[in-house]
Every structure is written in C-alpha cells, then in structure tokens.
C-alpha cells in the first residue's frame, strides 16, 4: 500500500529522470514573460500586455497611497514598476510602462488633475527630470537584466562541463574497481572491491541527483538519489546473492552532506544483507523506506534474511562503521534481528 506524498520505485519499471524544482532565485532570474508566453501570444504583444499590467498595477498601488497622503511624491511609485517591467518584460515593455504612467501622473496627479496644463510653472521641469530618470532606469535594467541572464546561462555550461567531467572521473574509478574485481580469486578482496565499489557508487548517485540538469542547490532529491542507488546497488548485490531491492522515499530533499551519508549507509546495510543474511535456499529481498513522521525523518533499511549475529566477524567492519556513519548523518541507530530477518532504522531530526 502506498503512503500520502509517496513515491515508490519498482525497479523493474525504474527509469527515473526527475527534475528537481530550481530555487526560487533561479526562477526568478530566469522569469522572462516574453519567452513564456512566445508560443502563444508575439513577443511585442506580450511586452505591451505585461505593461498594461505593471502600470495598472502601478495605479492600483498610487490610489491606496492617496488614500492616506494625497498626492505625495506622485512620480514615486512608477520607478519601482518600471524597472519590474524591464527586469521581466524587456525593455519595450518598460519603456511602455514608463511612457504611460508618466503621462497618467501628469493628466490626474499633478494639479491641474483633469489636465495637462500646469498649476505651478515648476512641475514641468519637474516631469522633464522624472521623465529623463525613468529612461536611465529602462536602460540600466536592461543592461542588468541581459548581464544577469549571459552570467546565469555561462555558470549552468560551466556546471555541465565539470559535471560532465566528475561524472566521467567516477565511471572510470568504478571501471577500474570492476576490471581489477574480475582479475583476483581471493574472495576477501573481491569483497573489498564490491565495497569500494559501492561506496563510489554511492557518491556518484549522489552527484548525479544534485547536479542533474545544471541545478546545484545544497539539496538533494531524496527519491531521485536514493531510486538511482538502490537500482545500482541491485546490479551489482544480485550477482552475490540474487537478492532484489525495493525502494519507498517520501518526496524529501536533504542537504548534500547528510544525503550522501545516508546512501553509504543503504550501501553498507543492503551489502552486509546481501553476503551474509541470504542462503542458498532462500530468496532474498532487502527494502529500503525514508519517511518523514512529525518532525523526524527515518530511513528504514531490512532484509528477510536469516538474522544477523550478535557478534562482529573478525576482521569485518560491520556495526562499527554503520554507527560511525549514523553519527555523521546526525541519526539514532535501531536494530532488530530474528530468523525472520534484520532492520535497521536511523532516525534523525526533521
């Protein structure tokens, strides 16, 4: 049965390409109105129709104000809705902004309102300035709003090219671990191998979550990262044991650091699980579950193995560094072993 706001991953129908939302400052840097709405409306009919919105707006905001100061500062409010106009809409749908709220101040605001002739000789200097200012504001705003943009689109190639590159360097690693595996007989060091392999592994997932799509917030995606790891991990743990692995993660994004360490520790447990917990008769099957309860998250990991031990195997890392890791995670470790199986629960704060 599936929990509310959980996904869960079959990983014979696993083929998982997410996209993590991008921060709002990324959206809001990359917002341009007219390249939303160019497969719908022309591009200078979506200039002119979110001017039409900035400067309603704009006099929206200048009847409020009137409300309590009439007339106060009545050139005051159109900067502000200009410079939005041009940030979001270009220039054209600034300099549309500018012109129309200009001469709306002009026609009701300053006396005389209902004209554009002028009560005090002075006010057309006055709206010469203001109106020479507003220009300024058009131009610096576009120049920014294109300055931004070229920064925004040469940090996401650069992100891809080092992605590119990392993603290779963790291939070639692994590559090397698999092709060194097949050419020793000693059991123990080929153990060694899928270990460090897995634990490569493990990062690498983690890289190719966080940076998928040139995003790289301090986040990972937790279904996306942990789906990835456990369809790895299946890969490589069924030519030890044919042991299957099913994955249930709540949608949670975590901070990279605790993320990854949570992957080593799904790598450490279901590798234990795999060599140890599964004997020739019995068909193995390790589950993986992070959930968020209240104000904790807890990441469940167990197998319907034969139990486990209550004391460590010489020479073997076992509950020493699965605790080390929990520690580093920030999580509480539980254990439970029987004939029926072991689980693991690591419980951390939310």
């Known amino acids: ?83 939005v106009a041009t940030l979001f809409g270009r220039w054209q749908s600034g ?116 940076y998928r799509d040139g995003a790289s917030d301090e986040r990972v995606d937790m279904p996306s990262y942990l789906g990835d790891l456990c369809a790895a991990l299946e890969s490589v743990l069924s030519e030890v044991s044919g042991a299957a692995i099913r994955c249930w993660i709540d949608d949670i994004a975590l901070p990279r650091d605790q993320a990854v360490t949570l992957g080593l520790i799904v790598n450490e447990v279901a590798t234990n699980s795999a060599k140890h917990a599964f004997g020739q008769s019995r068909e193995g099957l390790i589950s993986v579950k992070l959930d968020h309860r209240d104000s904790q998250i807890v990441l469940s990991v167990s197998d319907n193995g034969s139990g486990m031990a209550q004391t460590e195997r010489p020479g073997g890392l076992g509950m020493s560094l699965i605790t080390a890791l929990a520690k580093q995670a920030g999580a509480e470790v539980e254990r439970d072993s029987g004939p029926e199986g072991t689980s693991f629960r690591f419980v951390m704060e939310g």
């Open 1 to 83: 049965m599936r929990c509310r706001n959980e996904r869960r991953f079959a990983l014979s129908e696993l083929n998982l390409a997410p996209v993590r939302p991008a921060s709002v400052r990324n959206q809001l840097v990359k917002l341009d109105i007219v390249d939303r709405l160019h497969p719908l409306i022309p591009p200078l009919l979506a200039q002119l129709l979110f001017a039409v919105l900035c400067s309603i707006s704009a006099v929206v905001v200048r009847s409020l104000i009137d409300m309590v100061a009439p007339g106060a500062g009545p050139f005051g409010m159109i900067m502000p809705f200009v410079l």
């Open 95 to 210: 300099l549309a902004t500018h012109l129309f709220l200009v001469l709306h101040t002009w026609y009701y605001i300053l006396p005389i309102a209902g004209s554009f002739a002028f009560d005090n000789p002075n006010d057309g200097p006055r709206i010469a300035v203001n109106f020479f200012s507003g220009l300024a504001i058009v131009g610096l705003g576009e120049l920014f709003r294109r300055s931004v943009r070229a920064a925004v689109e040469d940090r996401e190639m650069l992100i891809r090219e080092i992605d590119h590159r990392v993603a290779n360097n963790f291939a070639s690693i692994l590559s090397m671990l698999r092709l060194q595996r097949s050419r020793v007989d000693d059991a123990s060091v080929r153990d060694a191998l899928d270990t460090a392999s897995g634990r490569v592994e493990s990062y690498a997932r983690a890289h190719q979550s966080l």
